[in-house]
Each structure stands twice: as C-alpha cells, then as structure tokens.
C-alpha cells in the first residue's frame, strides 16, 4: 500500500510556470512507476505524463510534450511535474497515480494504476 499527497496547485496566469509535487509514504516508492493524470470538469480523466522506477524512461502526452517535464526523487519519496507555459486549457485536478508493473499499453489509462493521490486544481487563466 502507498499513500500519494499532491500539492502546488494554484491559480495562475497563461504563460507562466507551476510545480507540482507528489509526496509517497507506505511501501518502496523507488519500485513504482509514477504517473500523472488530469481531469477537467465535464471530462474523462486523461493521462498527462509517467516516469519508470529509476528515471530511465519518461512519457508524455502530445498536449504537453515540451512544456511539462516529470521527474522523481527516490530518496525524497517525491514525483515531481513541472509545467511551463501554462495555457488556459491545461485547467484541471492534477492526480498521481502508482503502480508497482504496468505494460506499456496501459501506462496512458487510468485502470492501469492502483494507487491515487486527493488532486490538486491547477487553475490557467488567460
């Protein structure tokens, strides 16, 4: 079992940058790929971004390949999303996920992963 706690959301400006952070407690966390997701109100839940157990390998979403960056830190139990130039469409409730193995067909769908974090609204406005 692994709790997730986001945090660094806010309500920001078009253009600018936020960071969220992904805080793990419970079993191993440098075992679990890491994910990203986002829902937006009326919409499904869609991935964002997925980072392997050691850094090797990251994923992104073509809606933020270069503007959003995931990265991790083992010893600090912590998945990271940095996110630049922020556009009022990325509006929505960021969620991390876990998840111990995964295939890479289903590393993009939520059903993919067991463990979810509360959320944290990221809000763009123009």
């Known amino acids: 079992q692994v709790q997730l706690r986001e945090s660094g959301g806010g309500l920001v400006q078009a253009g600018v940058s936020l960071r969220l952070s992904c805080a793990a407690s419970g079993r191993t966390f440098s075992t679990y790929v890491m994910g990203w997701f986002r829902q937006a109100p009326g919409k499904e839940r869609e991935f964002v971004a997925a980072?392997?157990?050691?850094?090797?390998?990251?994923y992104y979403a073509d809606s933020v390949k270069g503007r959003f960056t995931i990265s991790r830190d083992n010893a600090k139990n912590t998945v990271y999303l940095q996110m630049n130039s922020l556009k009022p469409e990325d509006t929505a409730v960021y969620y991390c996920?876990?998840?111990?193995?995964?295939?890479?067909?289903?590393?993009?769908?939520?059903?993919?992963?067991?463990?979810w974090g509360q959320g944290t609204q990221v809000t763009v406005s123009a």
């Open positions: 996920a876990a998840v111990t193995n995964i295939d890479s067909r289903r590393l993009r769908l939520p059903s993919g992963y067991d463990y």
């Open positions: 980072i392997s157990w050691n850094s090797e390998s990251t």
